[in-house]
């Protein structure tokens, strides 16, 4: 497989997405105290605090050390301000070459439409960059962010995993392949 661009920075109408910076550390952490609690412990603060702020900037300081593409910082243009994470995550689901899409939002950014926006974005850059598929998991109980994958073209698959305490967890996909290819 050829070498891919790095994913540095996009921009839409509303929205720039750029690499995430150590000083805005305590705004993920954020995401993770406003957790739904059925998120399973590992993706929730633990009894020890952790992940603490400075965890979180340990882990963006090892993300910048990565060859290929990772989150992004989702900053809204007319305020400045960072309200989350949208990118591509690289890990063992699927052939090694495709990505799955990830993104939270602080909820004070919820229903505005931010994450379809960003998530487009992140859709074409991987499509221009050559990438065939993208995958994505997500709750059966999240309904917004199953509207959201669905707006970005991704289909359901039928393979879920069953979860009784935190809920199903379903597997959604989508081809870049141009018709045409």
């Not at 609690?37 to 090892?62: C, K, L």
């Amino acid at each position: 497989m050829p070498a891919r661009p790095l994913l540095n920075a996009l921009e839409t109408d509303r929205l720039i997405l750029r690499c995430r910076s150590v000083h805005e550390a305590g705004v993920y952490r954020r995401l993770w105290t406003e957790r739904d609690a059925r998120v399973p412990a590992h993706r929730r603060i633990g009894a020890g605090g952790r992940p603490t702020v400075e965890d979180i900037a340990s882990e963006i300081r090892r993300e910048r050390e990565e060859p290929r593409p990772g989150l992004l910082a989702v900053e809204r243009k007319s305020a400045g301000d960072v309200i989350g994470y949208c990118g591509l995550v690289f890990h063992g689901n699927g052939a090694p070459d495709e990505p799955e899409l990830a993104y939270e939002l602080l909820r004070r950014a919820h229903g505005f439409g931010y994450a379809t926006e960003a998530g487009g974005a992140v859709v074409t850059w991987a499509t221009e960059a050559g990438y065939e598929r993208l995958w994505a998991t997500v709750r059966v109980w999240n309904v917004a962010s199953r509207r959201v994958l669905e707006k970005l073209g991704f289909h359901e698959t039928g393979q879920v995993d069953d979860d009784a305490a935190h809920g199903d967890s379903l597997l959604t996909v989508r081809s870049l392949l141009s018709p045409a290819r």
